[in-house]
Nanobody
Framework: DVQLQASGGGLVQAGGSLRLSCAASGFTFGDYAIAWFRQAPGGDREGVAC????????KYADSVKGRFTISTDNARNTIYLQMNSLKPEDTAVYYC???????????????WGQGTLVTVSS
């Protein structure tokens, strides 16, 4: 049974950093694609970063490229999203996702964590 639990959100000033964590169980990282998405109030869920199952390629949304880093710790079964140089427009609920198929930054993943709120003040 695949389960994901995101944590690490909070309130941070613009220019600051946060690291989100997603505790995963029920699957092996190499067998599933994993990703971080976010959803601002009134907005659609948008892809932030992903790791493809097929070849381990990492892809970022243009809006976060150079500021965010996705990574995994296989020993801890945890997915991370390191967020630096945060901007007010990064404010959103952040979700981790996993799927046996590669969807990249398209929000068609079968499994989702519960979301963690990130608020960036100006």
């Amino acid at each position: 049974d695949v389960q994901l639990q995101a944590s690490g959100g909070g309130l941070v000033q613009a220019g600051g950093s946060l690291r989100l964590s997603c505790a995963a169980s029920g699957f092996t990282f190499g067998d599933y694609a994993i990703a971080w998405f976010r959803q601002a109030p009134g907005g659609d869920r948008e892809g932030v970063a992903c790791i493809y199952k097929s070849d381990g390629e990492i892809k970022y949304a243009d809006s976060v490229k150079g500021r965010f880093t996705i990574s995994t710790d296989n020993a801890r079964n945890t997915i991370y999203l390191q967020m630096n140089s945060l901007k007010p427009e990064d404010t959103a609920v952040y979700y981790c996702g996993a799927d046996a198929r590669d969807y990249g930054l398209f929000p068609a993943y079968d499994y989702w964590g519960q979301g963690t709120l990130v608020t960036v003040s100006s």
